[in-house]
């Protein structure tokens, strides 16, 4: 791996520093999986939409590109972002073959139809021929189960309205949701409404609450993104179930089947340390279990490895917290020091023993919030590596050069050519390093570590893996 090849690249970041511009397709997929369509510290929602837009065009293929979405949204979970590349296909992309079956194979559950049309609508009057056929052939893949739990009933655009503008071949599903005759779902958002609604005291809210969660865990109506958003409400309105909830949330299969981030358990613990009593205890050693279930992938690295994460002010917050599960679960199961960097980087001791969360808590509370210093990295590397892996948003500013003369100083002096993981947590368009020199990674996902296996036999496995999809 040398940086000391000539290169056209180079750009200034969002951060004001010198960096390297990525492919199209990189960015793109950077992007794709890493924004939930919200601001950013370096870059705000309209921005990265109108981004999307651009990479759209300058992308000479479009198929890439809605490989890319299917990839994000069933792979990586990621869904309000590609809700907007599907807009942007239905609206750029004529006269394809393939458009029908991207429109079938985006849809992962019946909301993604009510959303990308709301996005869609948004500019557009007119639906097309494939974005329509396409919705069609999804509609008839859900069950009644399914078409009742997102009929979207209060949305701008309900399902009923999707099937009128879609005109699927009928099921006895799809006749139910039309002619009204669907069976309500219990949701656990509607059995603690009716709980709230349905009562008179405090003490019968109580126990209704305390009824209508024990249905939804032991009748497993609850979904496993919801159970982990609502461990701390089960703890205090239904004691008794608890223990069942617990067995759900460690249950290696719906974790794998959930598509939950890992970085949502550590969310999850910082609300349960916040009680005292019954149940705690045994929730937060649930939240650990699962946590390492959910990351059982991480790759086993041969040789001698540095871990580096970027605790820089612009990545407090939820980048930080992703990259410190990550980072945690990489010295975990692999021969590798630790180290942390920002205005500066310094080596830090943790206990690979310890649990994820345990190791990635720590992280997180040593973080000293400063500039981004990449250069520091390198300067304070002592050891020869044979992978140096890099979580970050990369966008370095402090010394403004990237780091590439720094990087060739520490290779002189330790003797060592480490392979470069550049593992990017904000898709925010550049590099540190020039693309074609690093293992280039992004994403919140633990499928990211299912990609880092494949690296070293083919540096440009992300985007293999997106082309392997098939439309």
């Known amino acids: 791996m040398k940086f000391n090849k000539k290169q056209n690249l180079e750009t200034e970041n969002l951060a004001g520093g010198l960096a390297y511009s990525e492919s199209p397709k990189l960015e793109l997929v950077a992007i794709l999986l890493t924004s939930f369509v919200k601001d950013q510290f370096y870059r705000s929602e309209a921005t990265t939409v109108s981004r999307i837009s651009e990479l759209i065009d300058a992308i000479d293929d479009p198929e890439f590109v809605a ?17 907007v590349v599907a807009g942007e296909i239905a609206k750029k992309v004529k006269g ?18 009510m959303e990308i049309l709301g996005y869609y609508f948004q500019t557009e009057k007119k639906v097309t021929n494939p974005l329509r056929d396409g919705f069609a052939r999804a509609l008839r893949r859900f069950d009644e189960y399914s078409l009742a739990k997102y009929r979207g009933e209060g949305k701008g655009i309900k399902l009923v309205d999707v099937v009128n503008i879609c005109h699927p071949k009928s099921t006895e599903a799809l006749n139910k949701l039309m002619n009204g005759t669907l069976k309500s779902i219990d949701t656990w958002e509607a059995l603690l409404t009716k709980a709230g ?6 003490e019968e809210t109580d126990a209704l609450k305390d009824k209508a969660w024990k249905q939804l865990i032991i009748e497993r109506k609850i979904g496993y993104f919801a159970l982990l958003r609502n461990l701390r409400n089960i703890i205090e309105q239904s004691p008794e179930s608890l223990p069942e909830a617990l067995q759900l949330l460690v249950d290696e299969k719906s974790i794998k089947k959930s598509l939950v981030l890992p970085f949502r358990f550590l969310a999850a613990i910082e609300q349960i340390e916040k009680l005292n009593g019954e149940g705690v205890k045994e929730t937060l050693v649930a939240l650990s279990k699962a946590i390492d ?24 917050g939820q980048p930080i917290q992703i990259g410190s599960v990550f980072a945690a679960a990489v010295l975990k199961t692999n021969d590798a020091d630790f180290m942390t960097f920002d205005s500066d980087a310094r080596y830090i001791t943790l206990n690979p023993l310890d649990s994820t969360m345990t190791i990635a808590q720590r992280i997180i509370a040593m973080a000293e919030a400063g500039g981004t210093n990449f250069h520091s990295i390198f300067e304070t590397a002592n050891l020869p590596y044979d992978r140096i892996i890099i979580f970050s948003d990369m966008q370095g500013w402090v010394g403004y050069s990237t780091p590439s003369e720094s990087f060739n100083k520490y290779k002189k002096r330790t003797g060592s050519d480490p392979f470069v993981y550049s593992i990017d947590l904000q898709g925010y368009g550049s590099l540190q390093f020039p693309e074609k020199s690093v293992f280039a990674l992004a994403g919140f ?16 496995a992300l985007l293999h893996e997106i082309e392997k999809i098939e439309l």
């Open 293 to 316: 279930i959910s990351l059982s992938n991480v790759p086993r690295l041969g040789g001698k490895n540095l871990v580096v994460l970027d605790t820089s002010g612009s990545m407090m």
């Open 197 to 202: 609604q349905n009562s008179e005291s405090v």
């Open 67 to 83: 490989k890319a979405a299917i990839y994000s949204r069933t792979q990586y979970g990621m869904r309000s972002i590609t809700h």
């Open 445 to 460: 996902s633990e499928k990211v570590f299912d990609t880092m296996k494949l690296l070293e036999s083919d540096p440009q």
């Open 96 to 113: 394809e073959r393939w458009t029908r079956n991207f429109f079938d194979k985006i849809v992962y559950r019946p909301d993604d139809m």
